[in-house]
Nanobody, 124 residues
């Protein structure tokens, strides 16, 4: 039903900035809260950031707070992740995902739809 495609990843230097995008299909984008997750080689998938349906609430993992900003444009069916001051430990596949709950709070299992991921590689 809902399809999502991430883009914007690539190979960058430490200290650089990136903006990841997630384009969502359909006319029901505003019915979903959105989240970003990442998975580094050999590690489990971890929560990065989330934004509520209308964009009024956001939440961030402590490890990215102050450097990452999540936003959405409901007219364009797109959610963004602005990443500043990239570090080598940010290297991972980044995934966007959607859930139907109010606010930002949700378990990983409650995220119903997932994109295919985009690779971010940060060299030192």
């Amino acid at each position: 039903q809902v399809q999502m495609v991430e883009s914007g990843g690539g190979l960058v230097q430490a200290g650089d900035s990136l903006r990841l995008s997630c384009a969502v299909s359909g006319r029901t984008f505003g019915s979903y809260a959105m989240g970003w997750f990442r998975q580094a080689p050999g590690k489990e998938r971890e929560f990065v950031a989330a934004i509520s349906r209308g964009g009024g609430s956001t939440d961030y993992a402590d490890s990215v707070k102050g450097r990452f900003t999540i936003s959405r444009d409901n007219a364009k069916n797109t959610v963004y992740l602005q990443i500043n001051s990239l570090k080598p430990e940010d290297t991972a596949v980044y995934y966007c995902a959607a859930h139907s709950r109010l606010g930002t709070s949700a378990t990983m299992r409650q995220y119903q739809y997932w994109g295919q991921g985009t690779q971010v590689t940060v060299s030192s």
